[in-house]
């Protein structure tokens, strides 16, 4: 048994492998077996260093109490109470808890929505279990398991390196410094020796940033390095959208409007209608309560959070709200090639020349980062092809490479575009190479004729090219490979990759995924521009191109060639070229911003070490989840589980639907309010008792909360939504068409309302029956405005209206209060209702029909479709 990780204070950074090894009773060609890493993390617990506490339902429950708003409800229930309007009191409870509930489910829904998508979004580690080689949860990790670690990715957990090569990492997270540090699996003897100088050690929560090495886990979740500093129950708060603060700072100028005007009616009621005080008190404070539009910043959150649930359901992981809130607006999407626009499944389809097929599998084999997993490989697309390749010509893959071990490695990175390793054979050093052609052939100096080695002249370099831009025209990737003996070893990247002997070239074909091509079509009809920016040849970014249907007119223009372009010329470049080859993370930066500076919002894709930057700088930042680097998922706004540029497509649908849907919740939301205000004022001006008893009005603001939240996040996309031009990122959300809807909505409202009330009023002179028209009025033509701002183009009934379910269920809950407070006696009393005739019906009926779907026939007038 080994000690227990708690209470381990081990200096393990003094331990040779071996011991660590012994100690961690592990082994390091197969790591744990899996009951026994099970045990492990039955005793250790799980790897993770965030408490999370998630808040319970009563907890919040009574937080929400001290809401100011709901403060003032509980005030005039108590009023009731004191003025012996029991049952109006006990109402008011009632609505208060409900609304409560209501208002406390919402909240812990959107946060469990967000919690779900940070789980998604966790990192996994690349583990050795029981023989084989996984992908794990990083809270799964015990100490004892062998772990891979890779450029671009964060190290799981403490670990003692047992294998390294050209491992630098980045463990400014820990130790504050910037700059990466080499590792080494070298011997330390100074049990002193400080945490920054223990090169045979990595940390939890430090970055890979180059090369890559194999590492015993010491110690995971709070006793590691990380863990001990600080206790590290970290909150994770999610910053607040632009819409969110927009919101807020608008429902903080709306409430002093709302509280104006509650404080207005009831004065003008008391002074000058001569209406009981008490009376006037009550109604003040719920029309206060009523008329403030508190939930609004609520509303978004909410609808921003599921609609990001929404988008996982996709596979497109939003990690910031901020995303799910610009991708409507995304005018381009900068994507890669391998994974995106094509399967990632890479085979190998040509060996140039035909007879040094077994030099190359050879060199592929050797030079090779991928992994054996059961009966396949797995690792990079290329890697595994190439592997797949050696094993169907009858290599025995695994026993040659246990074989000739590994003694040095450089591996690939996407500025160099190759990759190196050197293993012993025949006494000698033998380095094989293998990558892009431009960068491999300046560095050979010899090459394969036949049996001969021959050296290599500018003119069969020349032929060498063109034979590259033959194979790069059929669409394939093309690799070069080399090598070279070294007698003494001395291992420098210098010196491994220079005097080669060029082997020849491998052409990997990568099949483009079938949907792409549509999907790149909808693009275009949605204003939305795509442009490929790709690490690989011009030829094969171009026959890629074509196949998917990308705009190739304006040509490829490369790396090298944007290199020589001025600011200012790029900016007329990014314009009219759409493919973009044998770029680097930089250039993709450049592209991105030179796109910017051009007014686009642009979505970039990454998935390296060192897209970062580019990811940040982007509107969107896209990063690959299943080929991606931990640091381009951090650097992301949106994490593509399927790694398919379609679900970038689909994100930024669903990005455009939940844009509409919020300002479809917010105008239906407003508008409520507007014509609430409108339909008091009005006969307060005119000397007619407000038409609403509180009570009324407490109810009234329930529905209209549930519906405003509820229903129009459910709603679907209208049938133009992807005919339309991206909108306008620098347009305000409350702009004119916004700002004129509500008052349009509001004054329908309001007319219908406010005819039916002073129609019955002047008629009867009975308070209590005109309340009722006023009340039940609003009841039904609230529910008809909302049917009607569902759809802002196409005509509602077009769309079909029982399409959104909530918002029926929400009408029904409506048709069966209405139904209860009109026919059972005491429900009536305590709504202060009274029994309405025929025609009282039918002219609340037309009223509230026409007062709100006369928005329909322009609809109908304006939509083409
Ligand atoms: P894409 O846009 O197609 O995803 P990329 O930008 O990711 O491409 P890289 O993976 O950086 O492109 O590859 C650039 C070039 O490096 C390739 O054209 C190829 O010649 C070479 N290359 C790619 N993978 C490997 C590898 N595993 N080993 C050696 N060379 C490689």
Redesign the pocket.
Known sequence: MIEHPLTNDFPWHTASVDETIARLQTNQTNGLTDPEAGRRLTQAGPNTLAVERPESFWHEFFEELHEPMVLMLLVTGVLYAIWGEVSEAITIFVIILTLNTVEVTNEQRSKRAIASLRKLAEPTASVRRGGHFTELPVDQIVPGDVILLQDGRRVPADAHLVEVYSLSVDESALTGESLPVEKSAAFIANPETPLADRQNMVYSSTLVSRGKGWAVVVATGMSTEIGRIAGMAREVREPRTPLQNMMEELSKILVWFALGFSILVPLVGILLAHQPPKQMLLTGLSLAFATIPEEMPIIITMVLSLGAFRLSKKHAIARRLNAVESLGSVTVIAT?????L?ENRMAVTRFEPAGAKERLLEIGVF?N?AVPDGMDFRG?A??TALLRAAQTAGMDVSASRKARPIVAEFP?D?NR???STVTRKDDHAWVAV????E?ILPQCILKLDGKKVVSFDTAAKQAVLDCVDGMAADGL???ALAERTLDAENLDLEIVESGLAFIGLVGLQDPPRPEVRQAIATCRRAGVRAI??????PL?ARAIARQVGLDGDFGVVTGPELDQLSDRELKETVRRVSIFAR?TPEHKLRIVQALQALGERVAVTG??VNDAPALAAADIGVAMGETGTDVAREAGDLVLADDNFTTILHAVEEGRLIFENLKKGVRYYLACKVALIMINLLPTLLLVPVPFAPVQIILMELFMDLMAAASFVVEGPESDLLERKPRDPKAKFMDGAMIGGILTSALGLFIAITTVYLVTWYNTHDIAVSQTTAFFGWLIGHVLLAFNLRSERQPVFQAGLSSNRMMLAWAGAVAVFLLLVSVIPGARQLMKAAPLTGSQWSMILIATFIGTFWMEVKKRITFKK
Request: glycine letters at 12%; proline letters at 3%; aromatic letters at 2%.
């Open positions: 890669d090639k391998t994974g995106t094509t030079c980062d990079d290329v890697d690939f996407n575009k190759c990759m293998k990558g892009a052609p960068s990737r093309v690799l490929m920016i790709t690490g690989d040849h094969t770029a998935d390296g």
